[in-house]
């Protein structure tokens, strides 16, 4: 006669933790929220646009490498075709609108992002990695070579132009708005897609993809998705840092910048909503200070300490080690 009264008392028990678990993240959500509101009041709006291209790149890498445990060592292609196609478009149809040529840019490495998951969804670990890699290497020659790219010298000049036609992106605190809005948009999407059923698939498929397939479940259908939902995300970002900069160059296609966006992941905590944004929030500040100052010339070795530090101490990343700390002391 107890039985259903406890699990009732069970299932109350666990609805309340939730309530209360989406209460603390709509809480942190809205702090974090105004403080980007607020922040190119104080900070440089361009400095700021930089991070929330960046965090964008890693919130994309993340949800292929933290969500679904496949690590690609070729992002970067996908970074640098979405900013390569936006700016040629602006640069060479000025009647073009703004957001028409981020679309494109969007669309251009979802289309990259499908090619080298067909080529590449088969392989496992560092099989898997290797040839994402090497294709990323392959589009990274093709841009060196192309002329509408400008080859070593990069795309110089590419119009902010006007969003809607109406919004003067040429000015730097309308631009920092729209690209906050656009960043917390896909934000918003991945949020939906990790906590969606199709998200628990991913989850499952990293912590036991043999099993997964004793389910029933088509394994490779769902990490194809997932990866062309990353590429597609990462060719936003390159879109935006085309537009923001006013420029698309060859690093932004250099296996350099995969490396780096794995850095960002794991720095910030991999297989964390917020870890990617802190984590490359944190790398993109070491960046810019170091090259600031009498250690210019040691940026690279110095973010190579800061990931061999975090692999072997902070594996959970600096949010991940926050939320086991809060959870140990705090319950």
Known sequence: MNQPQNTADIHKVIVEQQAAQDRKKLILNGVLLLFLLAAPFVFYPVFLMKILCFALFAVAFNLLFGFTGLLSFGHAAFLASGGYTTGYLLSNFSGLPTELGILAGTLAATILGLGFALLSIRRQGIYFAMVTLALAQLVFFFFVQSEFTGGEDGMHGIPRGQLFGLINLEDNMNMYYFVLAVFIACYVLVQRIVSSP?????????????????????????????????????GVAGSMKSVVFQLASLNDAHWHMSGEVILMTLVGGMGTLLGPVVGATFVVNIEYHLSQGPLRDWVDPILGGVFVITVLAFRSGIVGEIQKFVRKNMG
């Open 198 to 234: 199709y998200g628990q698939v991913l989850k499952a498929i990293k912590q036991n993809e043999p099993r997964a397939v004793s389910l029933g479940y088509n394994v490779d259908r769902y990490k194809v998705l997932a990866f062309v939902i990353s590429a597609a995300l990462a």
